[in-house]
């Protein structure tokens, strides 16, 4: 699933497929641009600090978010600067139409010592997962090879489950969750994750394709779809906890940007904006209502392990 999706991200457009929340309504990426502004401050608004995007897709969050910054917290404009972490080297050119400027990185590890803060929106769903289903017999990990399923012995999961289980296990976002809380613990700073999945970790086949907008064969032609699984809250907190970092939530998506001041935002570009109301409204409703996508996908925050409750996380 790994060199499929690095394949499938650097050879197409993926939003022909999906859409995100930053490509629903700007007011996405405004509002975490004030929460980066918020958190900056709490931070004790460091002369220069890194304003991180892992997995930014065409650059709209980031581009939203700076706009807002601009305008409403100027000081922290002046102190961030943006590095991407893209793989795709098709991506990097949209996002470099939208944010001139940018560092590109690979990975965690390029980026420059010092204070960051980090968004990822829809970022560790697309890493990839392993699959254990429970037989009779005990675990077995079920895989692709040779373009069928296999399945092979395995010592499962790590938990038990009853016979005819599936548990899906992504060592990839674990470690890479864990790289983030030991920089953020190391060098002061906060990030913000946001995605689809659980809170606590639970059961079920979630390995799903989109092709062309439609859902898919995830086997079939590999690399010509989005491959996602719903992401582990409960095992990225705690890679993230015992690699030093405090963790914050999850909240889910409805409730965090409601607290940011999503429905106020949102009037107030319903009054500078006469006759686009409804369609606001919509998009404003997409992200937050609970059958939507307002309780599907999670918010969670990791920090440096002595920071404050941070925006949205207060309850
Ligand atoms: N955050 C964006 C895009 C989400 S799609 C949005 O909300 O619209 C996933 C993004 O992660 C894409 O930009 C993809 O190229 C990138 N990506 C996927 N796997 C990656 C990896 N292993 N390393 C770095 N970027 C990756």
Redo the contacts with the bound molecule.
Sequence with gaps: MARA??AY?ASRD?FRDFT????IAQVFGELLGAWAAVVWQLMGAPAQVALVE?????G??MQDALRCVGRVAPGFAAAAKVHF????QR?RAEQGKRVPGAAWH??LESLPEGPCILLA???LD??PIRQFVRGAGGWVERFVQDGAFVEVASGGPGREAPVGSVMEVSDVARAWAGGLARRLAAHGGAALILDYGTAERSCGDSFQALRGGKPADPLLDPGSADLTAHVDFAAVACAARAAGAAVWGPVTQGAFLGSLGLWERTAALEAANPGREGELRAAAMRLAAPERMGRLFKVMCMSHPGFPAPPGFEA
Excluded: K, Q, W
Excluded at 54 to 58: M, Y
Excluded at 85 to 88: D, F, K, R
């Design positions: 999706n690095t991200y993926p995100t929340s930053p490509e892992a997995g930014p897709g065409r709209t969050l972490i893209e793989t795709s991506l690979d990975g929106n829809e970022f697309a890493l």
